[in-house]
Nanobody
Framework: QVQLVESGGGLVQAGDSLRLSCAAS????????MGWFRQAPGEEREFVGA????????YYADSVRGRFTISRDNTKNTVYLQMNSLRPEDTAVYYC?????????????????WGQGTQVTVSS
């Protein structure tokens, strides 16, 4: 069992940076691939990025590649999403998720565990 709690969201201006954190509890965190997703009002939830359980592999959606970076600290049971050069279209509720299969993280929304989300609002 893994419980996920996101934090770090807020209101920023376009061009600013923000770092989200996802704190996990549970013995299986260090063996879980982790992903970030987001959902804007009236839109479907979409994949943002993922990191393998070792941290050696990452994968990003085209819309954020080069601006967002995922990292993890397994000693702290925490995964991070560093977001740079934020744009108004990045406004959404951001969720972290855990899954046993890194290669499936960007395929569909069926994940083992989800957090409750944190709001990110980027003003123009």
């Amino acid at each position: 069992q893994v419980q996920l709690v996101e934090s770090g969201g807020g209101l920023v201006q376009a061009g600013d940076s923000l770092r989200l954190s996802c704190a996990a509890s549970g013995r299986t965190f260090s063996r879980s691939a982790m992903g970030w997703f987001r959902q804007a009002p009236g839109e479907e939830r979409e994949f943002v990025g993922a990191i393998s359980w070792t941290g050696s592999h990452t994968y990003y959606a085209d819309s954020v590649r080069g601006r967002f970076t995922i990292s993890r600290d397994n000693t702290k049971n925490t995964v991070y999403l560093q977001m740079n050069s934020l744009r108004p279209e990045d406004t959404a509720v951001y969720y972290c998720a855990a899954d046993s299969n890194f290669g499936e993280m960007w395929r569909g929304m069926q994940k083992d565990y989800w957090g409750q989300g944190t709001q990110v609002t980027v003003s123009s």
